[in-house]
């Protein structure tokens, strides 16, 4: 069964840097082709895809409003997918959550799509709040 626990959330002030972390397990055979990806959700407002990263070839994807701040990256020996994530705004404060799926996502991607609508299995959530 599919895993995934979130890290590295926290309270920063604007222009600061945090590191999440995302540590996988249970994958099986079957995944010959998955995506991983960041989403965010903050009061009152949908959950939005931030970053997502596939495993063949490291094709990414951004959202427009985290480009150039936030960079995805993945670690294979560790199982662990990070977001970086540098110049934080006051309108990054959400609950950041990953998850993965797979031939769907894996898909998407490569349409340089980030959708929930893809991701099948999902953590439980980090708190980022930024603020002074």
């Not at 427009?64 to 662990?80: C, E, H, L, P």
Request: net charge positive; with cysteine.
């Amino acid at each position: 069964q599919v895993q995934l626990v979130e890290s590295g959330g926290g309270l920063v002030q604007p222009g600061g840097s945090l590191r999440l972390s995302c540590a996988a397990s249970g994958f099986t055979l079957d995944y010959h082709h998955y995506a991983i990806g960041w989403f965010r959700q903050a009061p009152v407002k949908e959950r939005e895809g931030v970053s997502c990263i596939r495993n063949s070839d490291d094709s990414t994807y951004y959202a427009d409003s985290v480009k150039g701040r936030f960079t995805i990256s993945r670690d294979n020996a560790k199982s662990t997918v990070y977001l970086q994530m540098n110049s934080l705004k006051p309108e990054d404060t959400a609950v950041y959550y990953c998850a993965t799926g797979g031939l769907r996502s894996w898909v998407a991607v490569s349409m340089k799509r980030c959708s929930s609508a893809d991701f099948g299995s999902w953590g439980q959530g980090t708190q980022v709040t930024v603020s002074s």
